[in-house]
């Protein structure tokens, strides 16, 4: 695939840390476009300095944001990008060398937590590589409802796989995790009716959700790390579920 007919898409708000990663991954030549939500830090210098179309606009929520950049993108073919996340070498290659005859392309992620790759999230199939004129945005918040949150890519067409492993640094630490453990449970909950008997049965899943998540999905293997992430992976939907029902009126 010719780079020039492709543009990487990267939602913004003080990402300085994350966002040197991500550019740098990114196949030689690709265009880049990034979306700033006002940040306080570096952030838009160092996507302006690095050679990114850079505009700022108010931040709105997920959905909106991504479906607003992706009509701002000229090229055929965007590539959907967070900003602390970066293509492996085989990826980028994968890339470049992708065939162009169908609609799209899933990668496998595998998101990283304290500092290391967490059995859990590997392999984690995500369309994003696409062509324009075939894809859209759709939220899939994990606890149901309409939060536009969580939001994918979608293709009617035809879809093949790339190689190589898209690697997501989305958790540092603990504390990085339960702030965004925090406020995702939050704007899911906004969204939500409150219900009582829902909290009854997200509250009965949560025993089968976390021997789901230990023992199929592996977290046991990773030691206390993956406990923890297997604990609350289970637990959120009843977090949502209680946060929607104590939400005032």
């Not at 890519?153 to 093949?160: E, R």
């Amino acid at each position: 695939m010719d780079p020039s007919q492709l543009t990487a898409l990267i939602l913004t708000r003080d990402e300085e840390r994350n966002l040197p990663r991500a550019m740098t991954s990114l196949p030689h030549g690709m265009n880049v476009f990034v979306l700033d939500a006002y940040s306080d830090d570096g952030t838009v210098a160092f996507a302006r300095d690095a050679g990114a179309r850079v505009e700022q606009r108010a931040w709105t929520d997920f959905v909106d944001a991504r479906r607003y950049a992706m009509s701002q993108i000229t090229t055929p073919w965007m590539l959907m990008l967070d900003a602390d996340e970066a293509l492996d070498d085989r990826l980028r290659d994968a890339v470049l060398a992708a065939p162009g005859d169908v609609d799209g392309y899933v990668v496998r992620r595998t998101t990283y937590f304290h500092g290391k790759p967490m059995r859990m999230w590997s392999g984690e199939p995500l369309l994003r590589l696409v062509k324009i004129s075939s894809a859209r945005i759709e939220a899939l918040p994990a606890a149901g409802g309409d939060a536009a949150l969580h939001e994918r890519l979608v293709c009617d067409g035809p879809v093949a796989e790339l190689d190589g492993t898209l690697l997501h640094y989305s958790y540092p630490d603990t504390r990085s995790y339960r702030e965004k453990f925090d406020d995702y449970t939050s704007i899911e909950a906004r969204a939500l009716p409150r219900s009582m008997p829902a909290l009854f049965v997200a509250l009965a899943l949560v025993p089968l959700r976390f021997a789901n998540n230990l023992l199929r999905r592996s977290a046991l293997l990773d030691g206390p790390r993956g406990w923890y992430v297997a604990w609350f992976s289970a637990l959120y939907p009843a977090v949502v579920r209680w946060k929607a029902l104590r939400r005032k009126r």
